[in-house]
T-cell receptor, first 113, second 117 residues
Framework: AQSVTQLGSHVSVSEGALVLLRCNYS??????LFWYVQYPNQGLQLLLKYTTGATLVKGINGFEAEFKKSETSFHLTKPSAHMSDAAEYFC???????????FGSGTQLTVLP | GAVVSQHPSRVICKSGTSVKIECRSLDFQATTMFWYRQFPKKSLMLMAT?????????EQGVEKDKFLINHASLTLSTLTVTSAHPEDSSFYIC?????????????FGPGTRLTVL
């Protein structure tokens, strides 16, 4: 069984400020972890993923996330927010026989001018 | 990157009619496809997993007779919402994955907005 908890359904930051979106997971097997971004009325775009190896993962658009096994966390960060980063962000864990994705509830990121 | 398309992007239908949504992998062979449903301001809920040439595996609580899934080829899966009702109105998203290797990621389609009047 696996689950994902995203703390904070809404996060607001000023343009240029640090972005921190929190994700904690539970998994009965070694997890594969993902962050996706969704713009209104669109599908999901992969930002980054952790499978094995280096625990600090760099993704597209300047985002990165660190896998911390001891804390069962996979928080997403970006040093400087841009207006175009405003979107819905989903953390997901992969598991099960078909490696299905289980999604968190999502975090709506608002970037203030 | 791999591209997944969905058709139609939007559909409005009358209650009681059936609607078919297509999901295609454009530049790779998708041995596994997934269908999700997303309510407004909510997360994605996995409805079913389909492997090419075999019956779909539905998640608990999803009516298989209501949501018919066919994965007849390595590039096409279809979701048919039968006898649609207003409560079936939602955003339906498919994803596709090539092969069964553990690291293979899912590529998502752009979604289909279904409105049942």
């Amino acid at each position: 069984a696996q689950s994902v908890t995203q703390l904070g359904s809404h996060v607001s930051v000023s343009e240029g400020a640090l972005v921190l979106l929190r994700c904690n997971y539970s998994s009965s097997v070694p997890p594969y972890l993902f962050w996706y971004v969704q713009y209104p009325n669109q599908g999901l775009q992969l930002l980054l993923k952790y499978t094995t190896g280096a625990t600090l993962v760099k993704g597209i658009n300047g985002f990165e996330a660190e896998f911390k096994k001891s804390e069962t966390s996979f928080h997403l960060t970006k040093p400087s927010a841009h207006m175009s980063d405003a979107a819905e962000y989903f953390c997901a864990v992969s598991g099960g026989s078909a490696r299905q994705l289980t999604f968190g509830s999502g975090t709506q990121l608002t970037v203030l001018p | 990157g791999a591209v997944v398309s969905q058709h139609p992007s939007r559909v409005i239908c009358k209650s009681g009619t059936s609607v078919k949504i297509e999901c295609r992998s454009l530049d790779f062979q998708a041995t596994t496809m997934f269908w999700y449903r997303q309510f407004p301001k909510k997360s994605l809920m996995l409805m079913a997993t389909s492997n090419e040439g075999s019956k779909a595996t539905y998640e608990q609580g999803v009516e298989k007779d209501k949501f018919l899934i066919n994965h007849a080829s390595l590039t096409l899966s279809t979701l048919t919402v039968t006898s649609a009702h207003p409560e079936d109105s939602s955003f339906y998203i498919c994803s596709a994955r090539d092969g069964v290797a553990e690291y293979n990621e899912q590529f998502f389609g752009p979604g289909t907005r279904l409105t049942v009047l």
